[in-house]
């Protein structure tokens, strides 16, 4: 069952890293893309390239049929769903493997089954996974949530059953915020997953978020320790870093280990990641979700633990079981992401598509820089801002951020405002270099911020012309 041809069904970073993955096994490679994207560095890298529709994400990167059509043509013996878009798409996974191709992932069943976050809740909980005290199943009706509230007590928060990325979320203080909330909830949850179920957890304030990378070949499963991804911004991600620096020794061997127990309980094959929240003062965690994917911020803990996590999954769809035991997974130093996105710091991170006049790449030992930028390219405007990803590796937390803070210095995209000025001040900032940080920390630091960040992100000419001007 080994794999001779593969269909990337994604664009951007990601799609350039799962080709350059699957060349270093030898394998060819099929690059799909939209019209927005015919002059892609993607579409550049790879042996082949089909045309699936046009700029629309529901046109092109959503069009199931599209993209099994391109598989067929080009010959294509397994195709590997990258992240967003139809990664986690439980229906694409069966109907990839219907129509006789591998899919780079776990199984439909697994994906369907942790997918959802009630269900996914209760296998948890029956796996001996810690979670945070709220509804057990689904809850169709404001006055059922209600009731469970008053036993739960505020603040709660209200999500969305199916879905993620932090849609179809709300924060409920007391009883009049849950009523007006919940209907919204339900109403957003219902648009952007075409579901509206919702279930009720404890909002555990103050915590950090911390998740546990897994690989899994359908019976074996080994964990490759945490990330901390704390810092966020509207419940994205921000800044990424392993180990996470808040863990205690004892703390991250449970945790690990009842990742290690939910993956298993649902025979997991791939590459997953389950999130947690954590509180540092009591030292207790909690199961957020699974992510049956790869990660945006899998490159940290590449870097520290020196396994190649696509590499790893195209194997193991491949046939292949883990080639890794427990006991030769081993933490090195420390790594940290940042993502650069084509947004401007200056006007409340609006999307800042265009064209990229001219681009310098930092460089040099512990430096890598994930992207799908070259000079000339011309950015979209359809989809998700991420331009790339710089990640840094060191001795030790301090050394990897005084590395970082290089490494920023030397990256320069010209031509679109990106969220670099935002990254040097965070890598500067006393708070972040202690490690003093949780899930909710980012926004009011970014409002007390705001002026610094709009004066970075200023072309040094216009800084002049204004001056001159006063």
């Known amino acids: 069952m080994t794999i001779k041809k593969l269909l990337i069904a994604n664009r951007g970073e990601i799609a350039v890293r799962i080709n350059r993955a699957a060349r270093q096994l030898g394998i060819a490679t099929v690059q799909v893309y939209s019209k927005a994207d015919k002059d892609s560095l993607a579409v550049r890298l790879a042996d082949e390239a089909v045309d699936i529709g046009p700029p629309q994400a529901s046109k092109s990167y959503l069009n199931q049929e599209a993209i099994l059509a391109a598989a067929k043509a080009s010959g294509a013996d ?10 986690e798409n439980a229906s694409f996974a069966a109907a990839v493997e219907t129509a006789g191709l591998i899919f780079v992932g776990p199984t439909a069943q697994s994906i369907r089954l942790m997918g959802d976050k009630v269900a996914a809740r209760e296998v948890a909980a029956a796996a001996g996974v810690p979670t945070v005290p709220g509804s057990r199943g689904r809850l169709e009706s404001a006055e059922a949530a209600f009731a469970l509230v008053e036993t739960t007590g505020f603040p709660v928060m209200i999500k969305a059953a199916a879905g993620g990325g932090g849609r179809g979320i709300r924060i409920a203080r007391t009883a009049e915020e849950f009523h007006h909330l919940m209907p919204q909830a339900q109403a957003e949850a219902l648009a952007a997953f075409g579901d509206g179920g919702l279930y009720v957890e404890k909002l555990v304030e103050g915590a950090r978020h911390i998740e546990v990378q897994v690989l ?7 964990h490759c320790f945490e990330r901390e991804c704390s810092l ?12 996470s620096p808040s863990l205690t020794p004892a703390v991250r061997g449970l945790l690990c280990a009842s990742a290690v127990a939910l993956a298993k309980a649902v025979n997991y094959r791939g590459a997953g990641t389950i999130e947690y929240l954590y509180d540092d003062r009591s030292h207790e965690f909690y199961f957020l979700e699974m992510n049956t994917r790869i990660q945006v911020e ?15 999954m195209i194997r193991i769809a491949g046939g292949e079981r883990l080639r890794i035991r427990q006991d030769q997974v081993q933490v090195e130093g420390h790594a940290i992401e940042v993502r650069i996105n084509a947004e401007d710091p200056a006007k409340g991170f609006m999307p800042n598509p265009g064209t990229v006049s001219a681009l310098r790449i930092p460089g040099g030992e512990g430096v890598r820089f994930d992207s799908m930028l070259y000079a000339g390219y011309t950015v979209p405007p359809f989809y998700d801002s991420l331009l790339g990803k710089l990640i840094v590796h060191d001795r030790d937390r301090p050394r990897a951020i005084a590395r970082l803070t290089r490494a920023l210095a030397e990256l320069e995209v010209e031509g679109l405002a990106t969220t670099k000025p935002l990254h040097q001040a965070l890598a500067s900032d006393p708070d972040v270099q202690a490690s003093r940080f949780h899930t909710a920390w980012l926004e009011p630091w970014l409002a007390s911020h705001a002026e610094t960040l709009a004066v970075a992100t200023t072309p040094p000419s ?3 012309t204004s001056t001159t001007a006063r």
């Not at 899994?216 to 080994?222: E, S």
């Open 232 to 243: 966020q911004r509207r419940r994205q991600k921000v800044w990424e870093e392993a180990p």
């Open 298 to 312: 899998h490159p940290v803990t590449e870097m520290v633990t020196g396994i190649d996590l696509v590499v790893e």
């Open 78 to 87: 397994a195709i590997h769903p990258g992240y967003g878009f139809l990664a």
């Open 462 to 464: 216009a800084t002049l």
């Open 216 to 222: 899994g070949d359908g019976n074996d499963v080994i």
